[in-house]
């Protein structure tokens, strides 16, 4: 009996230290900043590496971006829409109530990752990109596919996580309590959750 208890111990002790450290995966993402936004209100807060997170106040939520810190010289659309699917639709970056969504269901949509771009040279590819999405129509067939199909560069990844909220009675999101979290940029391969 205590010879089996000794060989479990010695084969217990190198298994455990092998393993990663409990939750390495899911501790990927880093907290980089807590905030708050009421409705009407937009918010704009860096969050390091020359970016800044948006929340763009529109009449029934915000509108998510992470954007470079200075300007980029065609200016700073939300660039970081043709990274999140579906381009035309309801994604994570749409934190409303749009596409007929309910304030519930939008705030219930938690939490909320996505792709950003990290430079100026990857927010001008990625805004051209976005044109050909919605204009494919435009371009020959061959060259629409080829820029749609393949984001470039590496990527910015985060995690919206919306911790506390009151909706109206009217069915609005007053206003919301988040947390950013992001983790190291990695490259985007299509329709994968970052």
Wanted: aromatic share 10%; hydrophobic share 40%.
């Amino acid at each position: 009996m205590l010879r089996g208890s000794r060989f479990v111990k010695l084969w217990f002790i190198p298994a455990v230290l092998a393993l990663p450290p409990f939750g390495a995966c899911a501790q990927e993402f880093k907290p980089v900043l807590s905030g708050e936004v009421t409705q009407g209100e937009n918010f704009r807060a860096e969050i390091g590496s020359g970016l800044v997170l948006v929340l763009t106040a529109a009449e029934d939520g915000w509108t998510i971006g992470v954007v470079p810190k200075i300007p980029c010289e065609q200016g700073n659309d939300y660039a970081s829409a043709a990274l999140n699917v579906p381009i035309r639709g309801y994604n994570a970056l749409s934190l409303d109530t749009s596409y007929g969504k309910s304030a519930e269901e939008a705030v219930a949509f938690n939490p909320r990752r996505f792709w950003y771009v990290t430079n100026c040279a990857d927010y001008k590819r990625e805004s051209h990109r976005m044109v050909v999405s919605l204009r494919s129509y435009g371009y020959p067939e061959g060259e629409a596919n080829a820029i749609i199909g393949k984001p470039g560069g590496a990527q910015g990844r985060a995690r919206l996580v919306i911790l506390d909220s009151k909706i109206d009675a009217e069915g609005r999101i007053q206003w919301l309590r988040f947390r950013l979290d992001r983790a190291p940029p990695r490259r985007h391969k299509g329709l994968v959750d970052p």
